[in-house]
């Protein structure tokens, strides 16, 4: 990858997107392409020490794992920089809409078939050793009538059951707490799509260990 | 018209009464704190003992204090749950006791929720990102479509567990909270401990397991302490974040037992305004366990139309919130 400008600094006329918990998502151009930067700024109220190695860890980590997950047939935006002094990625720019912010006005036959195609694609994650980490209906955007995943920022190698469960029920917290009315729908082709793909012996596995965590939550009750 | 109700706590280690008015007005809030052995943890049946034989003088004080005849109590409320089976029992006891001698309806909270709506009545908050953070609990959670709904939460410990076990581990007695805030006021000197957060969910266990090693090893409590804390809080905060950036709501409320350190609410603070977030955090003297949670949660419970007959009114020591509809809310 070659640097066209100076560690941190964005090209074009920069334009917030959006401030996420952990990073700015900052609008800009990369050699005359329309990009997106990922800056992740210091958290001030975290320790320099611990916030420093925190940023610097999870900007190598999201990039290499953005790259692998493409590689996994998982849509991912394409990286263009990565700079790691300035906890900086900048990456293809995605149009289209969150599917969070669809779920809301879905059909349920569309809903069912993005749903499917989200389990499907965390399945290929997962059997490719990826963790995502942050799998919400936020970290998906709708183009066209493709899913492409983005925010990679928690994402980690790992094979462990335990890990993949642990995905899969952030994906169910979300559905359960953001979109209480869609979620008995989502959840059922999001498990579909999932055991299409991972097989089914192993899809009965992954839903094995997460009722074990989700027995493990405080006070849970699990049918 | 005023109404008023009694609410009761006893779900750990506090037996409390509390008297408040339909307007919100905390009439009383009266309460007696079981204090374990030094170096040991809440022994639930000692604790059930405790509340037994403070219970006559704490139901006394609350009742005659609040000067509410008993004539007006319109419900009495008890927390039905979540907390230790021995404690919940003795509370439960006294609620059915008082509200059948009375004969009036009795009102089952759940202990959890009672926290987030005291928060929410003491501090004007309307509809926040909620931090939960006590020994029975580290949830972070958000109203949506008829319940408290948790974003995120301990896959293990809970941060007040966190505290308490570490504290132990130095021989302190819980709740070590304080102690612990008070040890790492003095030292600036960071030991590297693991940061675990997997999505919206964080992990204590091994941030536990290495802080017994650096004492163990000889590092200082005061340097250790700091560390914990340094560690733990971030974590929570950075949930908290997350949260607060996927909800987009405008407030976020601190509540329970750990809600009284200065540290995390700096922490929270400064997130907070990150994000041009009010940050509100419930009074020093109701974020702990206490009967006021109780009695106003019962209120909103009861004007709602929710209520147990005595022979139904038993108790729940698992009862997670977001099993709990609130009718109150939309």
Redesign the interface.
Known sequence: MTTSTSPGEISGKPGLLF????ADIVAGTWQGMQAVYKVRKP?????P??DES?RRQRTIREAEMIHLSRRAGVPTPYLYEVDVPGSTIVMEYIGGTRLRDMVGSMGDDAARGAFREFGAAAARLHSAGIVH????T?NVIVRGGALVFIDFG?SFRATRLEDQA??L??IK??L???H??ASRLALDALFEGYSKVSGTAKFRAVQRQLRS?ER??????VA | MKRYIAGVESTAHTFSVSVVSSEGEILSNAKSVYKPPEGAGIHPFEASQSHISSAPAVLTQALEGSGVGLGDLSAVAYARGPGLGPCLRVGAVVARTLASSLGVPLVPVNHAVGHIELGCLLTKTVDPVVLLVSGGHTMIIAYAGGRWRILGESLDLTLGQLLDQFGRHHGLASPCGRAIEEAASSSRNYLRLPYAVKGNDVSFSGLLTASKQLLDGGESFSDVSYSIQETAFAMVTEVTERALAFTGKREVMIVGGVAANIRLSQMMSTMSARHSARLTATPLEYSGDCGAQIAWTGWLAYKSGVSVPVAESGVTQSWRLDNVDIAWRD
Request: no cysteine; hydrophobic share 40%.
């Open positions: 401030r996420g918990a952990e958290l001030t109220y975290r320790l020490l611990l925190i980490g942050d799998l919400t936020a928690l642990v995905d029920r952030l917290e979300t359960t707490g953001a209480p009315g965590i493990r939550g405080r006070y849970a009750r």
